[in-house]
Structures are given as structure tokens and as C-alpha cells.
């Protein structure tokens, strides 16, 4: 979205107006939807810690500073949120997130677009490429490619600069791009 | 855009000609590209990198649909007044009102200008023949390595190159004009259906219906009748055919997934081969060049197509790599 109009909503929700933040909330509910279910795995988790998120966003929004971009406040915040309360949760589930900076992201098959280059061989096979990569890449092409962000955001939601992003993004697609010109050999 | 400096991978990333180059979207911007690279070898390796970076991976995304939003939002609004005070609520609903109301027109405004204007591309590859359906209701069949753009807002003026058949839907009520625009010339239509094709450096136009204006470059007019075949080249600002062709299906028949050979010299045949699939033709055999071929090969399938061949003309043909062998049995 422009970031004019990211500014003059960010402004309007702070002045309290709650139609500024049902733009807001249409503008980023399903991104940050799916992204939660990327990182909780969990549906009803996922759509129970984004009410409790946007709520406190308005409540706390006279305290929230000046942005010119939301993405990647929303993706940030949203995201710690989620593991505070997963992180709550792990003693139940047996889980264990506790010494993972990087959330854990699973592609699958259907995800991804078939085009001409990749119709040689599965879609299964690029997603369980995908999935082999270190969570710190995985996370990475989920915000680029499937989250549509640009590197300066993703670098501000992962903590890291603007040339480790790129870098972590081009180790990733590198070696897919080798591993596919692999299986191609074995399959022609 | 020339004048900007590229030193940084991000220079590339952010740069919109950058990325209709990697994605093959917009032809000034390809041919910017592709001239700069040459003159800039030693960013060859970051070009590359950003390529491989824009390129990435496309995702076929999964999100939760408008109703589910709505629902949501209705959950946390009722929360959020809940937490709110009654009095007050009328003056301050006026105002949230115009606000939205407000910034709703941004938004709308800002998809108005983004939407309108954007070009809009459809390409195909070699061995691939595409059906379109504009905006107007006119079909436009685009043959193999062909591309047809035009912008949105105005999608009865199309740029071509390669080959196309278009079915134009007459507009009785606005007499409005049909344009299709080549390097070489363009065809003014008001209603009709006729086949354009600009390989080989030239534009070549054949009419099977109704009525159709060319202007060629050199600025003269010509007007066609039904069964007119004429092909124009600016580059030599001349006329190279014009002439009338009965059996209309030889000019049109790759619409419908064949190319058809009536006494063609093998020669010419695997001219219009190479066309359709991009594969180069060496004859090993110079005899068979001029053998004569007759019959219908498809266009989409190179292996039936070789086959079809060899049966009909007695000869062996090889494919190696992007060439075709050809070679005496």
C-alpha cells in the first residue's frame, strides 16, 4: 500500500478513529492471518491471539509512536505476541520454541504456483526443498514472496540489516535453483 | 532512468524497469536492460543476483476470505465498544464517519490511477498458442512467440508482435475503431475478423472478414477487402505482397493448433517450423530442400509434428539441443 496512506491511517488510528482502524484491520487481517498460522501451525490460536493483538493495538495506540509504514510494525509486533503466548502454552503442548530467534515455517505443495519452469517436476519437491532450508531463510522468502514486503521491512520484522536479508534471500534461492537443476538431471 | 547510478544490489531491487525486465514485462524497459547489461559487464554478477532475487519464488496464496474479515472485525469492534463510554457517540460516529469516508476516496482514487494506467501483456512461448478475451468482447488467438499489450483503460488499441488472428465485436452504438499497431504499420477496424503477423521484419495482414484500413509507416493508406493478403516492411518502406489468397484456412489454420502446407518446398515448410517451436533447421540433405510438401502438422507438439513430417516427405529428422536435423533416410 502507498505509504501516504499508511501515514494517514497510522494518524487517524491514533487520534482514536475506530473507521481508520477497520481499514487498517481489512488491510492486514489476512496477511497476518496467514502468517500466524505459518509460525502456530494452529487456527484457532492463530485467530484468538489476533483479536487479543488488534485490541491492544487500539487501546495502546495514544502510546504507539509515528510510523510511515505499518507492515512492519504489525508483522513484528504480531509475531511476538503469538510466540508470548505459544512460549505460554509449551509446557501443555510439549513444544519447544524456547531457543529459536525464527519461526519454524512448513510450506506445502499447493502453495505453490506451477509455471512453466517448475512443471517438469513436482510442486512437492520444491516445497520439501523449501522446507529443508534453515528457519532463517524460510522466513525470509515468506516475507518477500509470499507476504509481498520489501527487503527494508523484512530486515526491520527479522532484526537484521538490509544486506543480511538479501543475502539469507539469495543463499536460499541459490541453492533451490541448485537443487532443482539436480532433480531435472535425474529426471530427464 | 539513465541517468541513475547502479552500484548496489538495492539499486537494482528497487527499481520498477529493473523488474519488468526480470519478469519480462514491458518491452522498453527489456530492451533498456538488455543494452545496458551489454555495456556493463562488470555488474553482470549483481544484475544476476537481483534477477534471481525479483524472480524468487511465486506462491499461490491461501488467505482468508472478505467475509471471514468482516467477522472478525465485528467480533473486535463489538469489544472495543464495549470498553467505551456511551455519551458523546453520536458527534464523534459523524466524524469517524468522514473520516473514512475520506480515506476511502484515497484509496479508491489511488486504485483508480494505479489500475487505469497499467499495461497490461500477454506473452507466449514457442509451441504455445494463447485465446484472449478483451474488455470489448473482441477475441484475439496469439500464436506461438507472439506478445499483444495494450493499457487497460483502453484495450481497443492493442501492440502486437509476432502473429495474432482477431475476431473484433462491432460497436454499432459508438462506431468505435478497432486498432492493432505493428512496428510496421497499423489496422484500423471497425468490426471484423483478420490475421497479423510481424515476424521475419515485416507485418504481414490477412483479411478473411469485413473491412480494414492499413496504415503503413511511410504514411500511406490502404484499404483491404475480404481474401486480401499484403505484407509491408518499414524498414525497406515497401510493399512486399499484394495479393488475394483463396483457401483463407493457409493464412489461419495455427489458430487452430495446425500449420498447413499446400505444395510448399520442404525448405519453406521448416521456415514456418522453426517459427512456431524455435528450433534451428540444418539440412544435411540439400536435395530434400526442395522436395514439395502437402498436409497439416500441429503446432503445439514437436515430437508429432517431426513425425508427421518424416512420413509424408521420406526424410530423417533428428532433434538435437535447439536444432532440427534433417537428413536422408
Redesign the interface.
Same mark, same amino acid.
Given at each position: 500500500m502507498d505509504k501516504l496512506t499508511d501515514k494517514f491511517l497510522w494518524k487517524s488510528l491514533k487520534e482514536g478513529d475506530l473507521n481508520a482502524f477497520s481499514v487498517l484491520f481489512e488491510t492486514y487481517y489476512p496477511e497476518l492471518h496467514s502468517y500466524g498460522l505459518k509460525i502456530s501451525k494452529d487456527t484457532a490460536l492463530t485467530e484468538d491471539t489476533l483479536q487479543d493483538f488488534f485490541l491492544y493495538v487500539y487501546e495502546h495506540r495514544e502510546n504507539l509512536s509515528d510510523l510511515e509504514t505499518i507492515a512492519p510494525y504489525l508483522f513484528t509486533s504480531y509475531k511476538r505476541f503469538l510466540l508470548k503466548v505459544m512460549k505460554k502454552n509449551e509446557k501443555v503442548k510439549h513444544t519447544d520454541f524456547s531457543n529459536e530467534n525464527f519461526a519454524d515455517i512448513q510450506f506445502t505443495a499447493e502453495e505453490l504456483m506451477t509455471n512453466q519452469e517448475t512443471e517438469r517436476f513436482k510442486n512437492k519437491n520444491i516445497s520439501s526443498l523449501l522446507n529443508k532450508l534453515p528457519n532463517r531463510q524460510k522466513e525470509a522468502i515468506y516475507l518477500k514472496y509470499y507476504s509481498g514486503l520489501k527487503a527494508t521491512e523484512i530486515s526491520e520484522i527479522m532484526g537484521i540489516n538490509y544486506q543480511s536479508v538479501v543475502n539469507t534471500l539469495h543463499k536460499a534461492i541459490k541453492s533451490l535453483k541448485e537443487e532443482i537443476s539436480i532433480i531435472k538431471l535425474f529426471k530427464l | 532512468m539513465i541517468k541513475k547510478k547502479y552500484n548496489t *544490489?538495492?539499486d537494482f &531491487?528497487e527499481d520498477a524497469s529493473f523488474k519488468n525486465w526480470a519478469l519480462q514485462n514491458n518491452g522498453t524497459d527489456i530492451n533498456f536492460w538488455e543494452f545496458w547489461i551489454e555495456n556493463n559487464p562488470d555488474k553482470k554478477a549483481l544484475v544476476n %543476483?537481483a534477477k534471481? #532475487?525479483v +524472480?524468487?519464488?511465486? $506462491?499461490? @496464496?491461501? +488467505? =482468508?476470505g472478505k467475509e471471514k =474479515?468482516?467477522f !472478525?472485525?465485528k %467480533? +473486535? !469492534?463489538a @469489544? *472495543?465498544q464495549a %470498553?467505551k463510554e456511551k455519551p458523546k457517540r453520536k458527534v464523534r460516529f459523524l @466524524?469517524? $464517519?468522514s473520516?473514512?469516508a475520506s *480515506? &476511502?476516496l #484515497? *484509496?479508491s482514487v489511488?486504485f483508480y490511477f494505479i489500475n487505469s494506467n497499467s499495461k497490461i501483456m500477454h506473452k507466449t512461448?514457442y509451441g504455445e498458442i494463447l485465446t484472449i478475451k478483451l474488455q470489448d468482447g473482441s477475441d484475439v488467438t496469439l500464436n506461438s512467440n507472439s506478445s499483444l499489450s495494450y493499457y487497460k483503460n483502453e484495450s481497443r488499441k492493442v501492440w502486437l508482435s509476432g502473429e495474432a488472428f482477431f475476431q473484433v465485436d462491432k460497436k454499432v452504438a459508438t462506431n468505435a475503431k478497432f486498432w492493432v499497431l505493428t512496428d510496421d504499420l497499423s489496422v484500423e477496424v471497425y468490426g471484423t475478423s483478420f490475421n497479423v503477423n510481424t515476424k521475419k521484419k515485416k507485418t504481414g495482414v490477412f483479411l478473411e472478414e469485413g473491412n480494414i484500413w492499413l496504415k503503413l509507416k511511410n504514411g500511406a493508406d490502404k484499404k483491404m477487402i475480404p481474401g486480401n493478403y499484403i505484407s509491408y516492411s518499414a524498414a525497406k518502406d515497401k510493399i512486399l505482397e499484394d495479393k488475394n489468397i483463396f483457401n483463407a484456412t493457409i493464412k489461419t489454420s495455427w489458430k487452430n493448433g495446425s500449420l498447413l502446407f499446400e505444395n510448399l518446398s520442404l525448405e519453406e515448410a521448416m521456415e514456418k517450423i522453426e517459427e512456431a517451436y524455435g528450433f534451428s533447421i540444418i539440412f544435411k540433405d540439400e536435395q530434400s530442400k526442395n522436395t514439395l510438401i502437402t498436409g497439416a502438422v500441429p503446432i503445439t507438439n514437436i515430437d508429432i509434428c517431426i513425425k508427421a513430417i518424416e512420413k509424408s516427405v521420406d526424410v530423417l529428422i533428428i532433434k538435437k539441443d535447439n536444432s532440427l536435423i534433417i537428413s536422408k533416410k
Open positions: - | *544490489i538495492n &531491487l %543476483k534471481d #532475487l +524472480l524468487g519464488i511465486s $506462491f499461490d @496464496k491461501n +488467505l =482468508v =474479515v468482516a !472478525e472485525w %467480533k +473486535l !469492534e @469489544k *472495543i %470498553k @466524524k469517524q $464517519f473520516a473514512a *480515506i &476511502l #484515497l *484509496i489511488a512461448d
